[in-house]
């Protein structure tokens, strides 16, 4: 028995050899393959870092702030439009029409075109449309030369008072003067009246001067008033906006020839 108990002993002590031997195999066999593994992987992190691409594009983000303010909505529905001012406008001339404004976008106004009335410290509006006013204008021409020549006369009319009123103290002075000498018998009779009659024609001629004058004056107003007429007959011949709005019907063309009814 002893004998063999001993040999007992010795397998086991074989079968432990053959077990230590294979799983040092095992182990030895894993430490390789994990080592090749991170090798590898070491490989392809060197190549891809090697063949990486441009960098990424950055992106447009844009920014709100938020606010608190009253949310709106929108409601759709149908109806019909009124206008709260309505103007018919008309020519108060005759003549072709030779001119149609033009609407906002640079077009020609036609019907539904927005247009602008007068600014603040403006006379007219937006020009909607013009007549042929060549005669008109001709007129206003001569009227403003004419005016022109006038004021003129009026500036000439100024010198000849102040020319007049300079010889009249003259001769005023030198008639006061034979007066007094007269009195005192140093001049003779003739001497004073030769005085005397000098002062009165100077006296007469300064009279002459500022009537006129005054005439010259008046000539301007009148001739102011008749250039001012000529304005009016030009502004006449064009339709302007009187207020902002929508033409909502247009009759006239352009060629068309318009009489006042």
Do not use: C
């Amino acid at each position: 028995p002893l004998h063999s108990q001993n040999q007992m002993h010795s397998w086991r002590r074989e079968e432990m050899k053959i077990t230590w031997s294979t799983t040092t195999i095992i182990i030895l066999v894993l430490t390789v393959m994990l080592i090749v593994g991170t090798l590898h992987r070491l490989e392809s992190l060197a190549e891809l870092h090697g063949q990486q691409g441009p960098p990424p594009v950055p992106w447009n983000v844009q920014v709100a702030v938020a606010s608190r303010g009253a949310i709106g909505s929108w409601v759709v529905g149908e109806g019909t439009a009124l206008a709260t001012r309505q103007s018919q406008l008309f020519f108060q001339a005759e003549g072709q029409v030779v001119k149609i404004g033009s609407a906002q976008d640079g077009s020609q106004i036609r019907e539904g075109s927005v247009i602008k009335g007068p600014g603040s410290g403006q006379q007219f509006g937006q020009l909607l449309a013009s007549l042929d006013n060549r005669d008109q204008s001709s007129n206003l021409i001569q009227r403003e030369a004419e005016l022109a020549e006038t004021r003129l006369n009026v500036d000439s009319a100024r010198e000849r008072v102040v020319q007049a009123e300079s010889l009249f103290q003259v001769d005023e002075a030198q008639y006061l003067r034979s007066k007094t000498l007269f009195a005192q018998g140093i001049i003779s009779l003739s001497e004073l009246e030769r005085d005397q009659a000098a002062f009165e024609n100077s006296q007469s001629q300064l009279a002459g001067s500022k009537a006129e004058l005054q005439a010259a004056h008046s000539r301007v107003r009148s001739m102011e008033a008749g250039l001012e007429q000529a304005k009016i007959e030009i502004e006449k011949t064009s339709i302007f906006a009187p207020f902002d709005g929508m033409v909502a019907r247009l009759t006239i063309g352009l060629g068309d020839y318009y009489s006042p009814a």
